[in-house]
């Protein structure tokens, strides 16, 4: 059952102002008659915990700035020794751009979003979002030249400089965002340009709100819309509002617009456990599916619970603290759309077939046998309407797809994936992996690292596929040639993979810690051949009439 917070009625609001007033007046009062029949000690304690005490109240009724979501603070809560919970991009342009263009166009843009001026204060009870009333362009849009080592391309440089920021914290006295623009790069494509390296804490926005973002700094991108934060008559916003919108509207209204994954039948059960006045309504048929849906969340939960461990592979184990980075040229998107049409597969389950086939090949060349093994990602699933990216925050939750690494056969490997991508559908896990991330916000450190690490220990990689732009996009009049980015991964997941169609192409990254993968362009190099092989034997096929 969800209960629903409703607000008093005018009249009784009315009848208390008074009272409330009175309390307010004489509460001080009562307390330092009290605080001063004290002993010191017991009085300066006292002190102490009246202020970190007021400093929580005030920050949960959002006197002194936004409260933040009780699911981006699990995000911030997030870092560890070995993974950072910063999202990682970079962008190549051509001909390039200068700092002062950029500085420009992020004051023009970029600032209009209300996260990318405040920083973040933390209190007892969670995180707020504070305006930085010192912020400076140039603390967050940086100018820096890349260091080359001897018979080293400037790619590989890019790539190792991604990788050393993957692994530097976000100054926590600033908004919790970066960017190193190198004027002048030159790619292993011979053209003159330059090179853009953002970096953004994972509280601030999920991959999906980012490419909002990021479609606003381009050229001809719109200012994002105007939002007016509901608030009481003081100016505030309300308890009962930030109760509402961070734990119950989740797994209600939000999840009945967005969530594809659970099919018709379970958004209008959901629909109906948010508004069960409706259920009268429906009758038997309502009642049926409302118990589907509640054995499915239940087999989900279980399943989520009780997965087994991964295949122990060289890329599964205890991470370091260095990060390294890699991705491949793009590849045409019709390829891929061609290959899918002929096997009757989706894009997504011929990219992570090639995916799973590259990672298998890896560790056969490092002299390792990966028949029959297979190894667990966690796939993000957005659990938002697109019209709303933009709000930012992070709002999608998790799914864990078993890859078959150890199929050798192409199309076998591409028909496995498939089958194992349908029986995901009409899955809950997606919605339940969000309310852990609600519930760990709610913990202290300790206890969010336990309920967190559920997911490390039985996971190999984090694995993302977002749809980019399909034209090419211009940044202060440079063509942006190339776009990659990475998610962080918890707990101690060392592997990272990013899948991201931009411009007619699609590009393959992965990232990497260095104990357990010291060079993740070995996993790149053998995408392609996986890639060129499937695409052989669809050919062979035999044609229907």
Known sequence: MVTRISSPPASAAQGAAPTLRKVRTQAPDVARRAAQALPPAARNAATVVQKNMRRAATGMLGLSGERMSKVDTAWLRMDSRSNLMMINGVWTLSPGITWDALCERVQQRLLQYPRFRQRVVEDAAGATWVEDRNFDIAAHVLREKLPRRAGHSMQRALQDRVGELAMRPLDTR??????????????????????????????????????????????????????????????????????????????????????????????????????????????????????????????????????????????????????????????????????????????????????????????????????????????????????????????????????????????????EVRKRMNALKGSTQPILAFAMLAVAGLMIKPAQDALLNLFGRKTTAVMTNVPGPKEQLTLCGSRVTQCMFWVPQSGDIGLGVSILSYGGGVQFGVITDTTLCPEPQQIIDAFAPEFDQLSLLTLMLPWGD
Request: include cysteine; charge should be negative.
């Open 174 to 415: 600033r908004p919790l965002w970066q960017m190193h623009l190198i004027e002048d790069f030159v790619g292993d494509d011979g053209q003159p340009g330059s090179a853009l390296i953002v970096r953004i804490h994972h509280c601030i926005a999920d991959g999906i709100a980012l490419i909002s973002v990021t479609m606003s700094l381009v050229d001809g991108g719109l200012e994002p819309p105007k939002r007016k934060p509901r608030a009481d008559k003081d100016g505030a916003a309300t308890t009962e509002d930030w109760i509402a919108d961070a734990l119950i509207k989740p797994f209600t209204d939000m999840t009945v617009k967005a969530l594809d994954l659970a099919g018709d039948g379970a958004a209008k059960s959901f629909k109906m456990l948010s508004d069960p006045e409706k259920i009268m309504h429906h009758g038997l048929a309502g009642t049926m599916d409302m118990a589907r849906v509640a054995y499915q969340l239940m087999s989900d939960a279980a399943a989520l619970a009780l997965m087994p461990d991964d295949s122990p592979t060289r890329l599964k184990g205890q991470p370091g603290s260095a990060k390294r980075v890699a991705w491949c040229p793009p590849i045409p998107l019709e390829e891929v759309k061609a290959i899918g049409k002929a096997l009757n597969c989706s894009i997504n389950d011929v990219l992570l077939s090639c995916v799973a086939g590259a990672i298998g090949g890896y560790l056969r060349s490092q002299g390792d046998d990966p028949s029959g093994q297979e190894i667990r990602a966690m796939i993000p699933v957005n659990l938002r309407p697109m019209e709303e990216a933009w709000k930012l925050g992070n709002r999608f939750g998790l799914v864990p797809l078993v890859l078959p690494i150890g199929m050798a056969n192409p199309v076998e490997r591409v028909y």
